[in-house]
């Protein structure tokens, strides 16, 4: 599971990643070509000389940035014209140029350019944008020198499970190196995403993998597991521990809380991260309602821990084929 | 020499603490008294539990954040009352509070409550304050209960020369286990400040530990420990971190500035500390242009790490008795 960076995840160093088990970063194509741009990232020995990080990072292909941060967003065949969130500045993004920054960021695994249509789009606006995606798609592979870097093609479709079909049907035949499910965890629940993704990894190779991209919440991710996803992203972790909100095996725990004011346990008994191992929930109780910025990495730590112990216990589960008991026992703990 | 904490050196755990060769910390007892509270963090094992720091700790009186951080201030005879700076209620702190909070706290060295005079008092009010700070040493010698705590008394005076020996003078005779020099980095040049010391530390016995209360640059601390200061305390290496300006061996770096953004160099080539053994200044200059949380770390990190390499030095020197051509090229490299 990528956890997500703009040239570091928040708050952690490449040292802390590495003690709570984390193996692979996602790094943002859009914000490290705005700031500081791939040039000097390259210049620097490429993000993992960058970033300090020797491990392998994904890179993404700036498609849903454009659509969630950037201004004046204008489309052609050739690509999105776009107004910079930072500073106003105008540029231009299509395939050539996702690839070409992803490439001079030298990511493990890159993704093909792509469109990522709004959770309330048309039919019709979708079906365009799928017509788009894998115009685009191809361009991304035609592009792209050498063997250096796995690229992954990126389903769209919508809500539309007939678009989410015809996209995959469409980028499979192209042969890429994995393939990831895009446009979901923007606003729709928990069964319409459930549903898409029913409707999309039937058509795609069982001998790949499937990433579904932004997701998501534990429950969400065992909903996937059990589809057949195999790789996640999400922010969820990194930025629920920025704003005090813990995951634990007994449910969530909000630090602000009072009742945590003279806690002298930890934010979980049976935890092994750092930040379990060393400090009540009084103390972090206290870090976080003074806005100690120790507050941001010990909460991180401690959820990034979680959602990678979670992780490991579901490919555990699946391995020793006991993944539906797992699943349903985890559910019983949350509800 | 001791780091400032309000339960946390800043951007840093303790591990970060240990790492970087720090061996006390510094507690502010008002901040910690006004939240979370000196009895909740008693009952989780004291400041060395509740922070998980199980080196010194030195816990200030209150005295100068009353005077710097507290609004409506009245003194008395008895000790001060004021408006909490966070939620603007009322409370009462005198010798005897000082005292009794800072042994909650667990501190193993603790100050006498005292009146910090502003830089800009006339005589009259400075004699008063005097006056007011050798009733509270007393007071507080009295209250002071069991031998683990070593009590040090704060010498005050203001900027004129006289008070200061009075100061001295009153202090001495009653016995404390060391002795500071309290209210100067209050807004006075360097050069009376100089002066101040000078007038202040003949009067102290050479056999105990003398402390300058939150100085300094560089320069300040050799001046005071040409004149025999042996202790200081100052937010500068953490808050000058913070606002990317960074210590080194050929003088400031700030971190911002646009001829750092493709520096594939350390900090300091010559620094052995984490930040520098991993990271370049262009990816320090991009996290703290984008506001990254690890920024602050990184750069606290570098520049206490340069402060405890600094006081190394001075001991080293004056150990080997070459302490004034140490200083005299000090300041050859840095002015």
């Given at each position: 599971m990528p956890v997500g960076t703009q040239g570091t995840v928040k708050a952690m160093s490449p040292d802390d990643l590495e003690e709570v088990g984390v193996k692979i970063v996602l790094a943002n194509t859009y914000h490290l070509y705005l700031r500081p741009g791939h040039e000097i990232i390259s210049k620097l020995g490429g993000l993992h000389g960058f970033m300090g990080w020797s491990g392998p990072i994904l890179t993404d292909s700036g498609g849903f940035q454009i659509y969630s941060l950037a201004k004046l967003r204008t489309l052609s065949d050739e690509g999105a014209s776009f107004q910079s969130h930072l500073d106003g500045t105008t540029h231009f993004i299509g395939p050539r140029?996702?690839?070409?920054?992803?490439?001079?960021?030298?990511?493990?695994?890159?993704?093909?350019?792509?469109?990522?249509?709004?959770?309330?789009?048309?039919?019709?606006?979708?079906?365009?944008?799928?017509?788009?995606?894998?115009?685009?798609?191809?361009?991304?592979l035609k592009v792209k020198e050498g063997d250096d870097q796995a690229l992954f093609g990126i389903v769209q479709g919508g809500m539309y499970p007939d678009l989410r079909e015809r996209s995959a049907r469409e980028l499979v035949p192209m042969g890429f190196d994995g393939y990831a499910i895009g446009g979901l965890s923007v606003g729709e629940d928990r069964d319409i995403r459930r549903h898409m993704i029913e409707h999309t990894v039937p058509f795609l190779p069982v001998d790949k993998?499937?990433?579904?991209?932004?997701?998501?919440?534990?429950?969400?991710?065992?909903?996937?597991?059990?589809?057949?996803?195999?790789?996640?992203?999400?922010?969820?972790?990194?930025?629920?521990?920025?704003?005090?909100?813990?995951?634990?095996?007994?449910?969530?725990?909000?630090?602000?809380?009072?009742?945590?004011?003279?806690?002298?346990?930890?934010?979980?008994?049976?935890?092994?991260?750092?930040?379990?191992?060393?400090?009540?929930?009084?103390y972090l109780r206290h870090l976080f309602m003074a806005g100690e910025l120790l507050a941001y990495r010990l909460n991180t730590i401690h959820n990034l821990h979680y959602y990678m112990e979670f992780m490991k216990e579901i490919r555990n589960a699946i391995g020793e084929g006991r993944f539906p008991e797992y699943r349903n026992h985890f559910k019983g703990d949350n509800e």
């Open positions: 140029e996702a690839i070409e920054i992803q490439q001079a960021l030298e990511a493990d695994i890159i993704m093909a350019f792509d469109e990522c249509a709004p959770f309330s789009a048309d039919y019709e606006y979708v079906a365009d944008s799928v017509r788009l995606t894998t115009r685009w798609a191809d361009e991304c993998p499937v990433y579904l991209m932004g997701v998501g919440k534990p429950e969400d991710i065992l909903d996937a597991v059990a589809l057949g996803v195999d790789m996640f992203d999400c922010v969820l972790p990194t930025r629920n521990a920025r704003n005090g909100y813990l995951f634990t095996k007994e449910g969530p725990l909000v630090i602000k809380n009072a009742c945590h004011a003279d806690d002298d346990r930890p934010i979980d008994q049976d935890c092994a991260c750092y930040t379990c191992s060393r400090f009540t929930r009084a």
